[in-house]
T-cell receptor, first 113, second 110 residues
Framework: DTGVSQDPRHKITKRGQNVTFRCDPI?????LYWYRQTLGQGPEFLTY????????KSRLLSDRFSAERPKGSFSTLEIQRTEQGDSAMYLC???????????FGSGTRLTVV | GQNIDQPTEMTATEGAIVQINCTYQ??????LFWYQQHAGEAPTFLSY????GLEEKGRFSSFLSRSKGYSYLLLKELQMKDSASYLC???????????FGAGTTVTVRA
């Protein structure tokens, strides 16, 4: 297993377009997280899955954001009607249980122009 | 909620020691983590403390005092490759979500 994979690495989109990002966690990890990070800040929690169940969604995640993990394996994060303020690095992480830290993917850098 | 404070920047010389402090105020506590993040890359896990005391792992050590809401990361024998951002993160009582500080950018000079 090569760790957590995210696709694409970079995405430039025009304001108002929809974008979708994919995350493939480490295969035996049942927990999956999405975070957003802007320059000079730490990652901010967006949402969390345990297997296929989405157990928490941050208030940062407006109605334009939706995340799924349909079979408890890979996950997608969709942003509809993108805004310039959505420009950030979107990080996915996975973990096996609470005694371990997360393993992060390399992130998807979104630029909305 | 969580409030996590760490210095914005630190500079040190190659071969020296640097200590990065982190203070936190949280609603519940279930562990403190340190991550290293090089520019443009993903954070990588460095250390985990859940009980008071010092955890040593090679050149890196992390200390926790739960009563004081305080932790530090100690980097010894600094190398140029240690130049990075160091993130302090706290897990609350919900057992899964990490809240991160803004990170401390460490610059190692020759």
């Amino acid at each position: 297993d090569t760790g957590v994979s995210q696709d694409p690495r970079h995405k430039i989109t025009k304001r108002g377009q929809n974008v979708t990002f994919r995350c493939d966690p480490i295969s035996e990890h049942n927990r999956l997280y999405w975070y957003r990070q802007t320059l000079g800040q730490g990652p901010e929690f967006l949402t969390y899955f345990q297997n296929e169940a989405q157990l928490e969604k941050s208030r940062l995640l407006s109605d334009r954001f939706s995340a799924e993990r349909p079979k408890g394996s890979f996950s997608t994060l969709e942003i509809q009607r993108t805004e310039q303020g959505d420009s950030a690095m979107y990080l996915c992480a996975s973990s096996l249980n609470s005694d371990h830290g997360y393993t992060f993917g390399s992130g998807t850098r979104l630029t909305v122009v | 909620g969580q409030n996590i404070d760490q210095p914005t920047e630190m500079t040190a010389t190659e071969g020296a020691i640097v200590q990065i402090n982190c203070t936190y105020q949280t609603s519940g506590f279930n562990g403190l983590f340190w991550y290293q993040q090089h520019a443009g890359e993903a954070p990588t896990f460095l250390s985990y403390n859940v009980l008071d005391g010092l955890e040593e792992k090679g050149r890196f050590s992390s200390f926790l005092s739960r009563s004081k809401g305080y932790s530090y990361l100690l980097l010894k024998e600094l190398q140029m490759k240690d130049s990075a951002s160091y993130l302090c993160a706290v897990r609350g009582s919900n057992d899964y979500k990490l809240s991160f500080g803004a990170g401390t950018t460490v610059t190692v000079r020759a």
